[in-house]
């Protein structure tokens, strides 16, 4: 690719500025010249020689040791006949004395006068530093109204990626195989704008991509630049956001002058949500800052030349908080889903982010890849790092499957921790754990127990049991849910059954048991008392992250509530009973797991299918 050199344009990025260091080191240079000006003042201004009094000066001429004198309007220098260690030269302020020319002929000393110098004195006096005060200003404000000037928060923020300088293409992207496939459309547009246009058709205005975090989206904006070869600005939708009304419109008027001054060109704006929030009427009216904005945003989205190739491509995690404005068609025509990878998709990242990693040859990264399910591209990326790390701190030559297996515990369970527990609650840990792992292992249709652990890890988990799916699944029947809800309160029932106490140790358990079976009733109508009904309807839930929805309960009744509570309660009973019938069933093996985890603290797949009898899955091949 040849790198435009067009001259400057209107909203160019590249104007004729001085260099940085230049500007930088302007005020310098005019103290400089100042401090020289103050010199030239001294040297002009001050009389040559030494200063003498009047008197002193009266007396050499009487004495007759002065050879010549100058007398100015201020000041009398001259020089006298001898030399003197001093210096001969000497100065001395003018007195009012009518008889002094008298002398100075009596004493044969020869005198002239000195007209005064009208212009220098003014020049160095007034006129220079005024202008040196003028260029002053002048450069203080270009600072606070340039680029980087405090008086800039008018300017767009956006960086400005030249063409030849986004080296990502969509060789650089793996996991995402559909939204990749939809942007090379994209790419063709910006490439070959005659070839739709010449057809009537229009270029899309806008793209949006939408998914979890960590999934590639600006890196698949990145990749759309590279491969079309043209300018990027990428910014994030709080950089409009201030404090001062009107900025943000400001700004959003100058991205789109510099984006039609780079046409072709590539717009994209990360976290969309900070500023296409959905427009309520507020109490302190509708005219706020990022509403002026947002509208300014759709003004100038539907401003846009037709004829001229700039998209504007945006990302979120939250398209549900979205003004639907933006989403209509001739602004962010197209959407583009961005999800996690599937287990094909994790083992191409993984290929891409073991290039410059030192693999040993037990390294199969399709075995990673199906343990590392539910892991965005961010994730595997750390996965990856984290598993180099910890080889160097083990002084190893190469990453082994081992530091993978190390750094997905990390990754999902947290970072291990040496607490000192008493053998009492090392004991209830260890049944709690172990209740997790039998009913895991017992019932069909749940992912197999891949490790079995009493080493506390992460924020307050005294232990954990960690199940690793063998194929992605994206349906869940009513049965599968059941069964998750019992192997959630085995750990309870273990303790139960095993000390006849319960702990707090369930707490977590608890908590996410009854969010399933919250779900199961409200959601997916999975309750024959409460029938086929989205009792939910009026929650907004997010879409992509794991917060809460506005509402404490969906819109419903206070008798449909009550219902929902004990439809809730009837099927944690029956989760709970299930853990109890199977883990009185298997009361042998609970003891004999029990005692191998406090002996080893870790129990992997393999030993545990030993441990308990009847397994009902297989265990993970390495």
Same mark, same amino acid.
């Given at each position: 690719?040849?790198?435009?050199?067009?001259?400057?344009?209107?909203?160019?990025?590249?104007?004729?500025?001085?260099?940085?260091?230049?500007?930088?080191?302007?005020?310098?240079?005019?103290?400089?010249?100042?401090?020289?000006?103050?010199?030239?003042?001294?040297?002009?201004?001050?009389?040559?020689?030494?200063?003498?009094?009047?008197?002193?000066?009266?007396?050499?001429?009487?004495?007759?040791?002065?050879?010549?004198?100058?007398?100015?309007?201020?000041?009398?220098?001259?020089?006298?006949?001898?030399?003197?260690?001093?210096?001969?030269?000497?100065?001395?302020?003018?007195?009012?004395?009518?008889?002094?020319?008298?002398?100075?002929?009596?004493?044969?000393?020869?005198?002239?006068?000195?007209?005064?110098?009208?212009?220098?004195?003014?020049?160095?006096?007034?006129?220079?530093?005024?202008?040196?005060?003028?260029?002053?200003?002048?450069?203080?404000?270009?600072?606070?109204?340039?680029?980087?000037?405090?008086?800039?928060?008018?300017?767009?923020?956006?960086?400005?990626?030249?063409?030849?300088?986004?080296?990502?293409?969509?060789?650089?992207?793996?996991?995402?195989?559909?939204?990749?496939?939809?942007?090379?459309?994209?790419?063709?547009?910006?490439?070959?704008?005659?070839?739709?246009?010449?057809?009537?058709?229009?270029?899309?205005?806008?793209?949006?991509?939408?998914?979890?975090?960590?999934?590639?989206?600006?890196?698949?904006?990145?990749?759309?630049?590279?491969?079309?070869?043209?300018?990027?600005?990428?910014?994030?939708?709080?950089?409009?956001?201030?404090?001062?009304?009107?900025?943000?419109?400001?700004?959003?008027?100058?991205?789109?002058?510099?984006?039609?001054?780079?046409?072709?060109?590539?717009?994209?704006?990360?976290?969309?949500?900070?500023?296409?929030?959905?427009?309520?009427?507020?109490?302190?009216?509708?005219?706020?800052?990022?509403?002026?904005?947002?509208?300014?945003?759709?003004?100038?989205?539907?401003?846009?030349?037709?004829?001229?190739?700039?998209?504007?491509?945006?990302?979120?995690?939250?398209?549900?908080?979205?003004?639907?404005?933006?989403?209509?068609?001739?602004?962010?025509?197209?959407?583009?889903?961005?999800?996690?990878?599937?287990?094909?998709?994790?083992?191409?990242?993984?290929?891409?982010?073991?290039?410059?990693?030192?693999?040993?040859?037990?390294?199969?990264?399709?075995?990673?890849?199906?343990?590392?399910?539910?892991?965005?591209?961010?994730?595997?990326?750390?996965?990856?790092?984290?598993?180099?790390?910890?080889?160097?701190?083990?002084?190893?030559?190469?990453?082994?499957?081992?530091?993978?297996?190390?750094?997905?515990?990390?990754?999902?369970?947290?970072?291990?921790?040496?607490?000192?527990?008493?053998?009492?609650?090392?004991?209830?840990?260890?049944?709690?754990?172990?209740?997790?792992?039998?009913?895991?292992?017992?019932?069909?249709?749940?992912?197999?127990?891949?490790?079995?652990?009493?080493?506390?890890?992460?924020?307050?988990?005294?232990?954990?049991?960690?199940?690793?799916?063998?194929?992605?699944?994206?349906?869940?029947?009513?049965?599968?849910?059941?069964?998750?809800?019992?192997?959630?309160?085995?750990?309870?029932?273990?303790?139960?059954?095993?000390?006849?106490?319960?702990?707090?140790?369930?707490?977590?358990?608890?908590?996410?048991?009854?969010?399933?079976?919250?779900?199961?009733?409200? %959601?997916? $109508?999975?309750?024959?008392?409460?029938? /086929?009904?989205?009792? @939910? !309807?009026?929650? #907004? =839930?997010? *879409?992509?992250?794991?917060?809460?929805?506005?509402? %404490?309960? $969906?819109?419903?009744?206070?008798?449909? /509530?009550?219902?929902? @509570? !004990?439809?809730? #309660? =009837?099927? *944690?009973?029956?989760?709970?009973?299930?853990?109890?019938?199977?883990?009185?069933?298997?009361?042998?093996?609970?003891?004999?797991?029990?005692?191998?985890?406090?002996?080893?603290?870790?129990?992997?797949?393999?030993?545990?299918?030993?441990?308990?009898?009847?397994?009902?899955?297989?265990?993970?091949?390495?």
């Amino acid at each position: 690719m040849t790198p435009h050199n067009d001259p400057p344009q209107k909203g160019d990025r590249r104007e004729s500025r001085l260099p940085s260091p230049v500007r930088n080191n302007a005020v310098w240079w005019i103290l400089g010249l100042l401090a020289v000006l103050s010199i030239a003042q001294v040297a002009v201004f001050m009389p040559a020689g030494r200063t003498i009094t009047y008197s002193e000066f009266k007396a050499y001429v009487r004495g007759g040791q002065v050879d010549e004198v100058a007398i100015g309007a201020d000041v009398i220098s001259g020089q006298l006949k001898v030399q003197d260690p001093r210096g001969s030269r000497f100065s001395t302020a003018k007195v009012d004395d009518p008889k002094l020319v008298e002398e100075l002929e009596a004493n044969n000393v020869r005198y002239k006068g000195e007209a005064p110098n009208r212009w220098l004195p003014e020049l160095l006096g007034w006129v220079v530093p005024i202008v040196v005060i003028v260029l002053l200003w002048n450069m203080f404000m270009r600072r606070m109204g340039g680029a980087d000037g405090v008086m800039s928060f008018a300017r767009s923020r956006a960086k400005f990626h030249a063409e030849d300088s986004v080296k990502v293409t969509f060789a650089d992207v793996a996991g995402v195989d559909e939204a990749a496939q939809e942007l090379r459309e994209v790419v063709e547009f910006l490439k070959q704008p005659g070839k739709f246009t010449n057809l009537g058709g229009k270029i899309p205005r806008g793209v949006l991509l939408v998914g979890p975090p960590g999934t590639g989206k600006t890196l698949l904006a990145r990749a759309v630049a590279g491969e079309a070869g043209v300018p990027f600005f990428s910014l994030s939708g709080s950089e409009f956001v201030e404090m001062f009304v009107g900025v943000g419109a400001a700004r959003v008027r100058d991205l789109f002058a510099q984006a039609a001054a780079k046409s072709p060109c590539i717009v994209f704006i990360d976290e969309l949500d900070a500023l296409g929030k959905a427009r309520v009427q507020s109490p302190m009216g509708s005219h706020e800052e990022r509403e002026q904005t947002l509208n300014q945003l759709l003004a100038e989205m539907d401003g846009f030349d037709a004829r001229k190739a700039i998209i504007i491509m945006a990302a979120t995690n939250r398209p549900e908080v979205l003004d639907p404005a933006l989403l209509r068609p001739g602004r962010f025509d197209r959407q583009v889903l961005v999800d996690k990878p599937d287990v094909r998709g994790r083992e191409a990242i993984l290929r891409i982010h073991v290039k410059q990693v030192k693999l040993a040859a037990d390294v199969k990264l399709q075995v990673v890849a199906a343990r590392t399910a539910g892991f965005a591209g961010a994730d595997l990326a750390n996965l990856v790092n984290e598993a180099a790390l910890l080889a160097a701190r083990r002084d190893k030559p190469h990453v082994e499957l081992a530091e993978f297996d190390a750094a997905i515990d990390r990754l999902i369970a947290g970072l291990e921790k040496r607490r000192v527990l008493n053998d009492k609650e090392r004991a209830i840990v260890a049944y709690h754990e172990s209740g997790h792992a039998i009913v895991a292992t017992v019932l069909p249709g749940l992912d197999p127990v891949h490790k079995v652990s009493i080493v506390a890890r992460g924020f307050g988990a005294l232990g954990y049991t960690m199940q690793l799916p063998l194929e992605d699944r994206y349906l869940m029947t009513r049965a599968d849910l059941h069964h998750q809800l019992a192997v959630l309160l085995g750990g309870r029932t273990a303790e139960e059954l095993a000390l006849g106490e319960i702990t707090t140790g369930a707490q977590n358990d608890l908590q996410r048991a009854t969010d399933i079976a919250r779900a199961m009733v409200t %959601e997916y $109508g999975m309750s024959d008392a409460m029938g /086929a009904v989205n009792y @939910d !309807a009026g929650r #907004r =839930r997010a *879409m992509f992250l794991d917060i809460p929805g506005g509402q %404490e309960r $969906g819109p419903y009744a206070e008798a449909t /509530a009550q219902e929902v @509570d !004990a439809e809730v #309660r =009837r099927i *944690m009973r029956e989760a709970h009973d299930t853990a109890r019938r199977i883990l009185s069933e298997h009361r042998d093996d609970l003891e004999r797991l029990t005692q191998r985890l406090l002996e080893k603290e870790v129990v992997d797949a393999e030993e545990l299918l030993t441990l308990v009898s009847r397994p009902g899955v297989a265990p993970v091949e390495a």
